[in-house]
């Protein structure tokens, strides 16, 4: 490994964090006279079972901070795979982020919202500051566990939670309702594929986010902030920090036009591009012509249906 690097630098601390995969959580509460706020937040963990305490952080810098600092009670909920949406609603300043939602009232007034993987109705237990993070502590009075896919949080990118393929030796599936079934299937090909991928573009000294932003850039240059933001299918935080590091690299400038790649920056694209061709053509290697037609079309038929 390369030497450490120092502890002040807070962009490469913030990527080295970026390695460590979490949940995404929107927190809501409400003040006694009933303004709301949420917040998407990542930091969310458990702490106790007995008492049963959880845990997550606040930015002292957010302008949520009035009303979480007024409220007694708050509600984590655990988003689930398909709420990509609902958590940049919350991640974004907005004047009313719960314009146009119907939240029902949960404890202590928190706005509760539906379709998550798990609600935890939390009452307040204890403030501690964290350096620039205020971190509140919840007593869990009561939650719903709803079982559905979690959405999960990447080096700067919304990612699912699939089953771990199996080691090479052992990927043959096996006879049997598992070896037969369509979701295990794909999930074992996908785990296959990034396993030989991944490593080849992480040696380009670009983290996940920054190689998809290059290359929705570099297939669409000119979009503003909330084109790339749907382009990218990552979230505002994320989008800001592969921004500022791939502007340092030189890859990046942005002007009032929007977003553009500098030549090295096109360059860099091609890279990431030929990787990925050559990673499609030592797949399709061992498939014939017809197998492979007949996979896309397959492939395609179930994107459709999605």
Known sequence: MNAPA??????????ALGNFATGVTVVTASTPDGERAGVTA????????????????????SASNAVFDQAGHFAVHV??????????RFARAASDKFAGLEPETGLGGAPLLDGCAARFHCRLHQRLDGGDHWILLGLVEAFDDCGAAPLLYHQGMYAAALPR???????????GWLGDNLLYLLTQALQAYQASYRPRQLATG??????????????????????LQR??????????????????????????????????GREQAATLWRIAGQQQREIQAGLGEQDLAACKRVLRALIRQG
């Open 79 to 88: 988003l689930a795979a398909d709420q990509i949406e609902l958590s940049n």
């Open 231 to 264: 382009e990218a299918a990552m979230p505002p935080e994320a989008i800001e920090l592969a921004e500022a590091e791939l502007r340092r690299k030189g890859f990046l400038t942005r002007d009032a036009a929007g977003y553009r790649l500098s030549e090295a």
């Open 6 to 15: 120092p502890a002040h630098d807070a962009r490469a601390l913030r990527r």
């Open 206 to 227: 670009l983290s996940g986010g920054e190689a998809r932003l290059l290359l929705v850039l570099e297939q669409q240059a000119g979009l503003d902030g909330c084109a």
């Open 42 to 61: 990542n930091s969310f963990n458990s702490v106790s079972l007995d008492p049963p305490l959880v845990l997550w952080s606040l930015d002292k810098r």
């Open 165 to 175: 393929a199996r080691p090479a030796a052992a990927a043959e599936p096996q006879p």
